[in-house]
Nanobody, 123 residues
Framework: QVSLMESGGGSVQAGGSLRLSCAAS????????MGWFRQAPGKEREGVAA?????RTTYADSVKGRFTVSEDNAQMYLEMNSLKPEDTAMYYC???????????????????WGQGTQVTVSS
């Protein structure tokens, strides 16, 4: 059983930066992948960025050039710069075991989820 714990959310003004962290434990497979998802009130959950344990990454078009995902020994980070009010959402860490050439941004490809951390960007 894999457990995930997010941290680092908060409130920031537009143009500011935040760094989210996700601590994972319990992987038994040497290959795994992790992702960041977000969900704003009244909207569907969307994939933001994902990374494999061999550091292949995927980004949603809406965050390319502003967000950077990284991973170190099952600890995943999301560096968020140039934040916009539309980035406001609950951010979730997700993970699963297996091999992907390019990690997926579809929530259905992940079975382990964290509790979420709120990010609020004011204009």
């Amino acid at each position: 059983q894999v457990s995930l714990m997010e941290s680092g959310g908060g409130s920031v003004q537009a143009g500011g930066s935040l760094r989210l962290s996700c601590a994972a434990s319990g992987f038994t497979n040497s290959n795994y992948y992790m992702g960041w998802f977000r969900q704003a009130p009244g909207k569907e959950r969307e994939g933001v960025a994902a990374i494999t344990n061999y550091h292949r990454t995927t980004y949603a078009d809406s965050v390319k050039g502003r967000f950077t995902v990284s991973e170190d020994n099952a600890q995943m980070y999301l560096e968020m710069n140039s934040l916009k009010p539309e980035d406001t959402a609950m951010y979730y860490c997700a993970a699963d075991s297996g091999f992907w050439r390019t990690p997926p941004l579809s929530a259905s490809e992940y079975i382990y989820w964290g509790q979420g951390t709120q990010v609020t960007v004011s204009s």
